[in-house]
Structure formats: C-alpha cells, structure tokens
C-alpha cells in the first residue's frame, strides 16, 4: 500500500528557506499515471495547492508562490522535495504531500489527490 | 484566477440528506473531486470525476456536476460523516480548492 511521509524542520525562521521532503513507499515514484503534490493548511483555513512535480521532472507552480518556489523530485531515493524561501509568518501552516491520479495535456490538467501524507507542522518564527 | 464557492457551513440531521455545493466557471465542463477533512487528520478523497467513489467510501456519498455547480450529496448522513468537505478542480495547469464546507450532523 502506498504511503507518503513528510519530514524537514518544525520551525524556521523569518526571511529563510523552509525545506520539505517527502518520501514515497509501496509504489513507485516514477510511474507516468501520477504526479506529486505538495498542499498546506494554515491554522484554522483551508487548503491551498503548493504545486506538483513530475517523474520527468516538470512542475506546475501556484502563481501566488512561484517566485519563492522550487519543487523537485529524486526517483533514486523515491522523494520530493519543497524549497520555499523568504518564509514569513503567512507561510506557517500543516504541510502534506499528495499523489494526483491524473495527467496533463498541452492545454490543461485533470486529476485528483488519492493517496495523502499525514502532514508536517511547520511555524515560521525568530 | 479562477476560484470554487462554498457555504461556509451546512447543518443535517442523523438520517437526512445533506447536500454541499461548489460553484465556478463553467465548473461542468471539467472533473470536479470532493475531500473530507476531519479534525487532526489528513484529508480523504470521497468523490473523483464528479460521481466516481474510491474503494472503500460508503455508497451514501454520491457527486454531480453540471453547469456552474458541483454537488456533494451524502444520504442517510451520520454522525462520522460530521467534517470539512473541499472540492477541487483545475484552472489549466493549476489546483484550486474551493474554501471548504464545515458539515454539522445536529
């Protein structure tokens, strides 16, 4: 059975580089039906995509993180991984990575998140 | 950018139907999927391409989609069914979730 586990550092501070990984088991990484998915939830909102990564390596970034932003994926050691710099307090939030069941034309993506990690608490403070 | 609506809250009674809804652009003309989210825990798929259930998500929640809307509805609702519930589509190349429904079984 499939399973993801996030790990990386609990608490970072403001203006540096929060790093997140996540390690896949039961499966594999470079299969060509899925992506991967980083999503997070700050305290008491909802969710809010992060982005995905590919096998081949192509990622789909928020708009809204992009800038800060860099996903990218080890099929070797069968992990993914997330870089977001200049962390602020807004960047405080449950951290989860996701396998997405679909695929991605030219034009457009389609899919969903069927398999979740349990999630990674990561606070933003000096 | 595109975005998905929510209530922000829906109240059912042990037994009855609840439905939740998830309105954006032309919503119907794309998949829309459906999370339950319970306190502490990790996010569960409940709904794939409008209708479609995972294996082992009880045959009481069922989907739609049409028009502008996505309809979560969930039949003889119980009192484990009490949670948050997001939908989620694509804008292109991107997720969006909608803002998350809380479901209260009074």
């Known amino acids: 059975q499939l399973q993801l586990q996030e790990s990386g550092p609990g608490l970072v501070k403001p203006s540096e580089t929060l790093s997140l990984t996540c390690t896949v088991s039961?499966?594999?990484?470079?299969?060509?039906?899925?992506?991967w998915a980083w999503i997070r939830q700050p305290p008491g909102k909802g969710l809010e995509w992060i982005g995905n990564?590919?096998?081949?390596?192509?990622?789909y970034y928020n708009p809204s993180l992009r800038s800060r932003l860099t996903i990218s994926l080890d099929i070797f050691r069968s992990q993914f991984s997330l870089r977001l710099s200049s962390v602020t307090a807004a960047d405080t939030a449950v951290y989860h990575c996701?396998?997405?069941?679909?695929?991605?034309?030219?034009?457009?993506?389609?899919?969903?998140?069927?398999?979740w990690g349990k999630g990674t608490t990561v606070i933003v403070s000096s | 950018s595109y975005e998905l609506t929510q209530p922000p809250s829906v109240s059912v009674s042990p037994g009855q139907t609840a439905t939740i809804t998830c309105s954006g652009h032309?919503?119907?003309?794309?998949?829309a999927c459906w999370y339950q989210e319970k306190p502490g825990q990790s996010p569960v798929l409940v709904i794939y391409?409008?209708?479609k259930r995972p294996s082992g998500i009880p045959e009481r929640f069922s989907g739609s989609n049409s028009g502008d809307t996505a309809t979560l509805t969930i039949s003889g609702t119980q009192a484990i069914d009490e949670a948050e519930y997001y939908c989620?589509?694509?804008?292109?190349?991107?997720?969006?979730f909608g803002g998350g429904t809380k479901l209260t079984v009074l």
């Open positions: 996701a396998r997405v069941e679909g695929l991605c034309s030219s034009r457009s993506c389609t899919g969903q998140m069927d398999v």
């Open positions: 039961g499966g594999s990484i470079s299969s060509r039906d899925y992506y």
């Open positions: 990564v590919y096998y081949s390596g192509t990622t």
């Open positions: 032309k919503l119907g003309d794309q998949h």
């Open positions: 391409q409008d209708y």
């Open positions: 989620q589509a694509w804008d292109s190349s991107t997720v969006v």
